[in-house]
């Protein structure tokens, strides 16, 4: 039945990608060394190098919540945003955040809580901003699923030395203007995300809304927002934003709505 239900969805992706994403290569085409960087990023970590086995399954299973959020963890996402949106290409893409070689940094201090973080805390972070919804059981077979992907992207991990594309790119310190975001935001993004920001879930996300993270997120921050635009968007032409131009569209979509952040999850 739950695999059916994955084909199923597998399927329909498939065919609302293919219409959503029309529309946005209309304004240009996937090349470049951005792009080409970021799809080597993910050969190391096929579907298909997941073991054949009870284990396996659940590397799997967890892969595909991450990608399908919404559809899979729908008890505790309050929006239409999956892992996937931010930590792109099944959380293996370069400076977008990437999972890979990310357990061994487990527990650490967490500046934002206060206090000292395992993993799973880490992902329940997730779940409660930018899914802008509820924390999974710790015990809760999504969970479990999560972790058993992560750990399988750490495989390889050298503890002490961080993966090369860790994080988000380094920019400058410069000041965005929300104006001029508003016309970077057309120009760039409104063909994918729309002009009223809502996306095309589940294929491409909202960036503000009912639906989007909430101000609790990390995308919230436009200085994190800027570093993640200019190195992976526009999608179908990634790193051909300029620096200046990612602070003015983050700067632009902060000014716009989205849900407030429950503080009874501070502590994540």
């Avoid at 659940?58 to 559809?71: D, K, L, S």
């Avoid at 390889?156 to 860790?166: A, L, N």
């Amino acid at each position: 039945m739950l695999l059916q239900r994955l084909q199923f969805l597998a399927a329909s992706l498939i065919l609302l990608g293919m219409a959503s994403l029309a529309g946005c290569r209309a304004n240009s085409t996937a090349t470049g060394k951005t792009a080409t960087k970021n799809a080597a990023s993910v050969a190391p970590f096929a579907q298909a190098d997941i073991p054949d086995t009870s284990e396996g399954a659940q590397i799997r299973m967890g892969r595909e919540i991450f990608n399908h959020t919404p559809q899979l963890a729908s008890s505790y996402v309050g929006g239409k945003v999956s892992c996937n949106d931010c930590h792109i290409q099944s959380g293996t893409a370069a400076y977008a955040a990437p999972m890979v070689n990310l357990a061994s940094m487990f527990p650490m201090y967490n500046k934002r809580a206060g206090h000292m973080i395992s993993l799973a805390d880490r992902i329940q972070e997730c779940f409660t901003r930018s899914e802008n919804g509820h924390p999974l059981p710790y015990d809760s077979p999504q969970m479990k699923s999560l972790l058993a992907y992560v750990d399988w992207l750490s495989r390889d991990e050298v503890k002490g030395k961080p993966w090369k594309g860790r994080g988000f790119v380094k920019l400058p310190d410069l000041e965005g203007d929300p104006k001029r975001g508003a016309a970077v935001y057309t120009a760039q993004c409104a063909g994918c995300h729309g002009a009223d920001g809502h996306g095309v879930p589940p294929v491409l996300p909202p960036v503000w809304g009912d639906d989007s993270y909430n101000d609790g997120a990390g995308m919230n921050d436009p200085k994190k927002m800027a570093a993640f635009v200019m190195h992976n968007m526009p999608q179908n032409h990634p790193g051909t934003v300029s620096a200046q131009d990612a602070f003015d569209v983050s700067a632009f979509i902060h000014t716009m709505p989205r849900p407030k952040f429950n503080e009874e999850y501070k502590h994540f």
